[in-house]
């Protein structure tokens, strides 16, 4: 059977990328750019800079700053106003996964119409959409590369996860000297959740080689520079580092797709507002810890790259040292379990069957090695709420 790859068409990589803003907009035949942003990097000047840039570059652009973390339905209405009014021709995602994927629903539903919830997998999206530039500045979700967003149904809290060919970024910006800035918590969420990526990219039912490569990769390059980058935001060799292995680990899961992480972890954001990056970091030493059974010989791959066991150490061995491993990375990065976070116990516990029949629906947790029933699920909300 032949693997099915998609990714974007061009990328501009390294320091200073985003002064490459202009060109990369005039090789696309693109005049009226909306550039989708948030207050925070208005605030900083960083979305004047581009602003700027595209400006000198002789082109036209908007700006809408209204995305708000994990954005919603509701969150889109003024983006996509602004998109109509400005009669764009394209998008441009700068900043972390929320402006991006914010951008991928604007391109979409600007383009096609209709009300998101419409989009939600299991239904793959490859219609008619504007063209997506991404410039990412947090090293972590990968979505300059992911044929995926992620949005909020307003009404109901879901977390909707919307796939198809028309969300992938025609051409990304991944310049590392964005993300100097990054505080440590946000450099901790942000990588673990390239990690959860990798790995699960990895174990999927979905893997294929062309992933496996890209997964392992990414792998050992967070492995070796995580800890740094959270200690010493300044050392542009982590940084850069770890810019690179988010992109490989999106194009990973991109084209083999996520697991049971992700799909217990987005009913979390939604229900209680957890950042995705912090959600999946508060699952991935339980959730491995549930799945190896099902996948040994992957996961020991997984531990042997992050450097969590020798190449020697038998399967069984290395896969018990990455479970291990992945406990201690999140107590050393200070990741909080949801009790520690300030979530109520009660409100956690009456929402569990809900989280869980949204987490099977989303249909991440069937490329598990491990498939979960809906039980099995709710007793690892009840285990992670508490357990470190």
Request: charged share 20%.
């Amino acid at each position: 059977m032949s693997a099915h790859l998609s990714l974007p068409r061009f990328a501009r990589i390294g320091a200073g990328a985003v002064d490459e803003i202009g060109s990369v907009v005039d090789q696309l035949g693109l005049q009226r750019p909306v550039l989708v942003t948030d207050s925070y990097l208005v605030g900083t000047g960083a979305a004047d800079r581009v602003m700027a840039l595209l400006r000198s570059a002789g082109k036209d652009p908007a700006l809408f700053d209204g995305t708000v973390p994990d954005p919603t339905t509701d969150s889109l209405a003024d983006g996509l106003r602004i998109v109509a009014e400005h009669r764009a021709d394209s998008v441009i995602g700068f900043g972390g996964g929320s402006p991006m994927d914010t951008a991928k629903a604007l391109a979409v539903l600007s383009a096609n119409g209709g009300e998101m919830r419409s989009y939600k997998a299991p239904h793959v999206y490859t219609g008619k959409a504007l063209p997506i530039i991404a410039i990412p500045t947090t090293a972590g979700s990968g979505s300059e590369a992911t044929q995926f967003t992620v949005i909020s149904d307003s009404a109901s809290d879901e977390k909707m996860l919307c796939p198809g060919l028309s969300f992938l970024p025609i051409a990304a910006i991944v310049d590392f000297e964005l993300t100097m800035s990054m505080p440590p918590r946000l450099t901790a969420d942000t990588g673990i959740d390239a990690l959860t990526h990798a790995i699960e990219a990895y174990v999927s039912k979905k893997a294929q080689p062309f992933t496996d490569g890209l997964a392992l990769a990414a792998i050992r390059t967070i492995g070796k520079h995580i800890g740094t980058a959270y200690a010493d935001g300044e050392d542009r060799t982590a940084r850069e580092a770890m810019m690179v292995a988010s992109m490989q680990a999106g194009m990973a899961f991109s084209n083999s797709s996520v697991a049971l992480v992700h799909g217990m972890s987005r009913p979390i954001g939604a229900h209680f507002h957890v950042a995705h990056g912090l959600s999946n970091a508060m699952l991935l030493p339980a959730i491995t810890a549930f799945s190896v059974q099902g996948a040994e010989s992957r996961y020991a791959d997984c531990a042997r790259a992050f450097g969590a066991a020798s190449e020697s150490a038998g399967d069984s061995v290395a896969a018990q040292f990455l479970v291990e491993t992945l406990s201690t990375l999140c107590h050393d990065l200070k990741v909080p379990t949801p009790l520690e976070y300030g979530i109520d116990r009660d409100a956690w516990d009456g929402l569990i069957p809900l989280m869980a029949e949204q987490a099977l629906a989303s249909g991440s947790p069937g490329n598990n090695p491990v498939a979960p029933t809906a039980e099995q699920i709710e007793t690892l909300y009840s285990e992670v709420f508490s357990q470190r």
